[in-house]
């Protein structure tokens, strides 16, 4: 056999074994690629992020806290004596006991579902009004985007807590659940722009895509448009910045039960256990610390949360 027909036998039986080496396996030189998708490079970017996860954890155990706080705390928050009043840790009472002789850590335990409850509902509602005008706004562009961006301006330029403090002022209810969500409304319709503008330019670059002319010829409505073309693309940035806005909302919450506009006794909340702490801090140190530090962990937590998953759906950043 010649040294051509040798090197052709070669590659012939090469060909057949495939780049593994391994008999009967395809060549993968010709096989086409899975196309990666925008999501599954902002997870494998996600995965290799100590703070994705360290934070991810956090939000975990606080969304269980509230949830079932009993896995947490074995004890009643609303179970007070005053005989145990700033006496040191004992039993379940791993902080001690406040001024009133409660738990001081199964009421920080308790606190999380109306703070936590406040930030999500808030966020929530938030996310419907950005969503809604930031398409709106972005799609049909002209006078409607204007109007709808002036009004965005307008309502950029005032400030969350003061606007808070005066609409919340004006709350005269003995009712919890009504404050409650009166705390949630006002801080949604003060707090929904800058997410507004995120959706609004995610809209304006979607709208330009070849997929969007092709269904526009195709007969499909403004609707379905919107709908089915544009909202996927524009839910990404949304959800980054809501999971930013939520840990503020927990903060601005507690602000305001912390002044006593916000919620109020006998409503559980980081705020109002944060107010009592300060009143009787010389005797007890402890009813502060505890509260103040939930809730710091917890709004840092979303905050790297959100942080992350800008940085991995931006590849910019990364």
């Known amino acids: 056999?010649?040294?051509?027909?040798?090197?052709?036998?070669?590659?012939?039986?090469?060909?057949?074994?495939?780049?593994?080496?391994?008999?009967?396996?395809?060549?993968?030189?010709?096989?086409?690629?899975?196309?990666?998708?925008?999501?599954?490079?902002?997870?494998?970017?996600?995965?290799?992020?100590?703070?994705?996860?360290?934070?991810?954890?956090?939000?975990?155990?606080?969304?269980?806290?509230?949830?079932?706080?009993?896995?947490?705390?074995?004890?009643?928050?609303?179970?007070?004596?005053?005989?145990?009043?700033?006496?040191g840790a004992s039993g379940g009472a791993i902080f001690g006991y406040d001024f009133q002789g409660c738990d001081t850590y199964a009421r920080a335990v308790y606190g999380a579902r109306a703070s936590l409850l406040v930030g999500a509902l808030s966020a929530l509602l938030t996310g419907i009004i950005?969503?809604?005008?930031?398409?709106?706004?972005?799609?049909?562009?002209?006078w409607v985007d204007a109007v709808l961006s002036r009004v965005i301006d307008i309502v950029l330029g005032i400030p969350l807590l003061l606007a808070a403090i005066v609409l919340l002022k004006r709350v005269s209810t003995s009712s919890?659940?009504?404050?409650?969500?009166?705390?949630?409304?006002?801080?949604?319709?003060?707090?929904?722009?800058?997410?507004?503008?995120?959706?609004?330019?995610?809209?304006?670059?979607?709208?330009?895509?070849?997929?969007?002319?092709?269904?526009?010829?195709?007969?499909?409505?403004?609707?379905r448009i919107m709908w089915r073309h544009i909202l996927p693309n524009a839910l990404a940035p949304a959800i980054v910045v809501l999971?930013?806005?939520?840990?503020?909302?927990?903060?601005?919450?507690?602000?305001?039960?912390?002044?006593?506009?916000?919620?109020?006794?006998?409503?559980?909340?980081?705020?109002?256990?944060?107010?009592?702490?300060?009143?009787?801090?010389r005797e007890s140190a402890t009813p502060l610390v505890v509260p103040s530090a939930f809730l710091a962990l917890t709004v840092l937590a979303f905050i790297m949360l959100g942080d992350a998953i800008r940085d991995a759906f931006d590849p910019k950043l990364r």
């Open 243 to 281: 999971t930013i806005a939520l840990g503020s909302f927990i903060a601005a919450e507690a602000t305001l039960s912390f002044l006593g506009i916000g919620l109020k006794a006998p409503t559980i909340s980081w705020g109002i256990e944060i107010d009592a702490g300060r009143v009787h801090m």
């Open 1 to 87: 056999m010649s040294d051509f027909e040798t090197v052709a036998a070669t590659e012939d039986q090469s060909a057949r074994r495939g780049v593994s080496g391994e008999p009967g396996t395809p060549d993968r030189v010709g096989v086409p690629q899975k196309p990666r998708s925008l999501a599954g490079d902002a997870w494998r970017e996600l995965r290799r992020k100590p703070v994705f996860w360290i934070s991810l954890v956090l939000v975990v155990l606080v969304a269980a806290m509230a949830a079932v706080p009993s896995l947490f705390t074995a004890n009643d928050p609303r179970d007070c004596v005053l005989s145990r009043q700033h006496a």
């Open 130 to 142: 950005a969503l809604v005008v930031g398409m709106v706004a972005g799609y049909f562009g002209r």
């Open 176 to 223: 919890d659940t009504v404050r409650l969500f009166a705390v949630i409304f006002v801080l949604a319709v003060l707090g929904w722009t800058t997410a507004a503008r995120v959706v609004r330019s995610s809209v304006i670059t979607a709208k330009e895509q070849d997929y969007v002319a092709a269904a526009r010829m195709l007969g499909a409505g403004n609707g």
